[in-house]
């Protein structure tokens, strides 16, 4: 309990907004690595998944992929990265690093969500005349939103939380505190630091499940009969993606 | 291939220690997250603080865990139980929400008519509703199992002997050849894991599968609840 | 093929059988885990010797470990520990009875208020500052401590020897360093004050050689001992001051063991130089030698085996 008093303490003491590590300058720091690293991501995977979930092929080449990209240790990754592309392009090797991490959640989220729509919603469609083109923006893109943010979420959780090792190579951002803290065995510092983080993953998730409710088409938000309610606000909608990738 | 061929019983070693520590804590974790799911799934007042908990745990850096964990709770940071606790909370925290929206995902109908059967509510879980969950927990042990692996890495920072030895001690010595193998050796292992888990379910879960359009659709009805306002 | 019986007995033996993996690990004594808790190991002969998670450190641990090796002990490897945090609780409580260390960072860590900065300074202040328990045997003349290091280049045009010097440099100059490095009292801070220079700071920390020598920063603290002193054009600015504690090679013994082993790892300090480390790092990082590879090598060199 000391030690998180401590912590406190550390984040609110008066110089945390003085000189280069400020905290605004280091919570934006991390939020600039998220963002572009998100957006990365999903203009390379979300378009492959609605391709995917509308095609209704490649999608065992999608999961293989993103099983595979799942499994790279990301901190290693980093680091190779770094090597290979030269100290001085450290903040590319990031990006690249934080990008493999945050596409598989969104390519499941996006196929997912054309998936989990009904057929006969779709054959409607297509009955009625629509192209191949307006039934994919018109009925699946919409009806398929709520779990393509559900997977948006997971990645921006995911990501948020790694981008902690940027400090680690001098891109700044809210691991600092904990990458200078060990070596000077301020506890408090480390502690802060990890709470800043986790602080603002939990905002973020919070931001986004709010999106996530927004989203959802006006005809589809009764519950249908016999259902069970659905819970609300679920905090790590990571296993749901991976559940709904199957 | 210098620097590998000459050290391919260190990658060897330090691959197997590394598969043994994520062993014993997605098998602990698995177990763990067993009755905390079921317990979030049963009592619905509960669902939400497991659910915020867990998700709490997941987002603090690893790093930050494996130096304050000894601290809290007074084991040595060298050692390998530290690793392995850090490793198992996160398992647990991806794992107790795969388990209940497993359960979740049980057709209500079937459930009742176990019951109409005389199966009582033990019986009717390990019988029915855990085996029925099963596709959906699978999923998300696989998941837990892959995370786990690459997570593991860390465990070097704390001079737990693993492959992130390999990513330290080549940045230490630039040797790129070494920072590869660690890489390549950890998402080998993983993927290795990730097709022994998806057979083993296809062996015990033959209902499941058939991967056709309405079974995969019956997994990701599980999910809905996500996309539907509460 | 399976019977739902089938299927339940092979879920069955599958629980138990990774129950009785989880057990079993639990409690079997792993190599890397904690050493056996008498003073130096299992038997009164076992010396058991730990290293940090630094390559370098490894190498002189190596070197130790063959050393008494090749005078009949028995030595236990515990390398590759992290941070001081993790591994001096080991050592102070004897589980651990060997490690290499350096005495300005280790002073350091045991009494942030100390004052000392030249070697034989820090060395007196280490012996007093010690717990109870461990002794420091003699130290090497072999560093590892910072400097404020140039490029062959830049100190060329700027005339530069002493630290002092970069005061008359015109260009604005940037430090890059390990993160903590800002906030050590030898740090830029310091530099202000003991040698009037302006730095600013960029905690470049695994990257620093690289910014250095792509010119991303001017000045760089490189550890004394890093190989690059040898590789490549890079210089050392002189510290006329003592403004940047000193801290070389030191072996730090469970007091227990500490009279045994004093001459064969006194001998091996003493035979061990500035450029000597320096090469030893060489081969490591450029030949990519293993350690044992290197300690072997270095003793035989040294007649020390």
Redesign the interface.
């Known amino acids: 309990m000391n030690l998180f008093l401590d912590a406190l303490r550390w984040i609110f003491s008066p110089e945390r907004l003085e000189g280069s590590y400020a905290l605004p300058i280091l919570l934006a720091q991390q939020l600039y690595y998220t963002a572009v690293a998100v957006a990365i991501a999903a203009v390379i995977a979300v378009p492959l998944g609605w391709l995917i979930g509308h095609t209704g092929r490649g999608r065992e080449a999608a999961v293989a992929i993103s099983g595979a990209a799942r499994a790279i240790p990301s901190f290693g990754l980093l680091i190779l990265l770094v090597l290979v592309f030269g100290v001085l392009r450290t903040p590319q090797a990031a990006i690249v690093t934080f990008v493999l991490l945050a596409i598989p959640s969104l390519l499941a989220g996006a196929y997912s969500g054309l998936e989990a729509i009904d057929r006969r919603t779709v054959d409607a469609a297509r009955a009625m005349g629509m192209t191949e083109w307006q039934i994919l923006w018109r009925v699946e893109v919409p009806l398929g939103l709520p779990l393509l943010i559900g997977g948006l979420r997971a990645a921006t959780l995911q990501v948020v939380a790694t981008v902690t090792i940027a400090a680690y190579v001098n891109l700044g951002g809210l691991g600092w505190p904990i990458i200078q803290g060990i070596p000077l065995r301020r506890f408090d510092q480390v502690l802060g630091g990890a709470l800043l983080v986790a602080v603002l993953a939990l905002v973020l998730d919070f931001l986004l499940g709010m999106l996530q409710r927004a989203v959802v088409p006006r005809g589809l938000r009764e519950t249908r009969s016999g259902r069970r309610a659905a819970p609300k606000n679920s905090a790590d909608p990571a296993p749901r993606a991976a559940v709904a990738a199957g | 291939m210098g620097w590998i061929g000459d050290n391919l019983g260190l990658i060897g070693g330090l691959g197997l220690e590394h598969l043994r520590q994520s062993a014993i804590a997605i098998v602990l974790g698995f177990a763990l997250s067993l009755p905390l799911g079921w317990v979030a799934w049963r009592y619905r007042l509960v669902r939400g603080w497991v659910i915020t908990i867990t998700g709490l745990l997941y987002t603090i850096p690893s790093l930050a865990l494996l130096i304050l964990l000894p601290t809290i709770v007074g084991y040595s940071p060298i050692s390998q139980t530290n690793l392995i606790v850090a490793l198992t909370i996160y398992a647990v925290a991806i794992l107790v929400r795969a388990v209940a929206d497993g359960l979740d995902s049980v057709d209500p109908a079937v459930r009742q008519s176990a019951t109409a059967l005389g199966y009582g509510s033990a019986r009717r879980f390990w019988a029915v509703e855990l085996p029925l969950a099963g596709p959906v927990i699978l999923a998300g042990l696989r998941v837990t199992a892959v995370s786990t692996i690459s997570l593991a890495t860390v465990g070097a920072l704390v001079g737990v002997g693993n492959l992130g030895y390999l990513f330290t001690n080549g940045l230490q010595r630039r040797i790129i050849a070494e920072v590869l193998a660690g890489v390549v050796a950890v998402v080998v292992i993983a993927l290795v894991i990730d097709l022994l888990l998806l057979l083993a379910g296809r062996a015990l879960m033959p209902w499941a599968r058939p991967d056709g359009r309405r079974a995969r659709r019956r997994r990701v009805r599980a999910a809905l609840p996500m996309g539907t306002t509460a | 093929m ?1 019977t739902a019986r089938g ?1 339940r007995a ?2 069955t033996i599958g629980t138990v059988a ?2 009785a ?2 057990l079993s ?2 409690s079997s004594s ?1 190599p ?3 050493p056996s808790a008498s003073a130096g190991g299992g038997s009164s002969d076992t010396i058991v010797i730990g290293s940090q ?3 370098s450190n490894a190498i002189i641990a190596e070197i130790y470990a063959q050393a008494l090796e090749g005078a009949g002990y028995e030595v236990e490897r515990q390398f ?8 001096m ?2 050592v102070e409580s004897g589980a651990i009875a060997l490690f290499p260390e350096y005495t300005g960072n280790l002073l350091e ?1 045991l009494d942030p208020d100390a004052t000392a900065t030249s070697p034989d300074d820090v060395y007196a202040a280490l012996q007093d500052a010690l717990p109870e328990g461990l002794t420091a045997l003699d130290y090497s003349e072999a560093s590892d401590q910072d400097t404020y290091t140039v490029t062959q280049e830049f100190a060329d045009k700027y005339d530069l020897k002493t630290i002092g010097d970069l005061a008359n440099v015109d260009v604005p100059l940037t430090i890059g360093a ?3 490095f ?2 050590r009292p030898y740090g830029p801070a310091a530099a202000k004050d003991v040698y009037g220079v302006d730095l600013g ?7 620093t050689l ?2 250095l020598l ?1 010119g ?1 920063v001017n000045v760089a603290d490189i550890f004394s001992a890093d190989p690059a002193f040898q590789t490549e054009k890079i210089v050392a600015l002189e510290d006329p001051e003592n403004m940047i504690l000193a801290s070389n090679v030191v072996p730090i013994a469970s007091s227990a063991v500490a009279d045994e082993i004093a001459d064969v790892i006194n001998a091996v300090s003493s035979a061990l130089t500035a450029e000597g480390l320096v090469a030893l790092n060489v081969q ?2 450029v030949d ?1 030698m ?1 350690p044992e590879d290197i300690a072997s090598q270095w003793l035989s060199e040294n007649a020390l085996d």
Not at chain 3, 201 to 207: K, R, V
């Open positions: 399976f299927k092979a879920l990774a129950a993996l989880v690990a639990c792993n890397l885990d904690e998670d630094y390559y590759n520990i992290g941070q001081r945090d993790a591994y609780p080991e860590y390990p993160p903590e800002e906030q700071f960029s905690a470049t920390g695994p990257t690289e910014s792509a991303a490591s990082t990519e293993s």
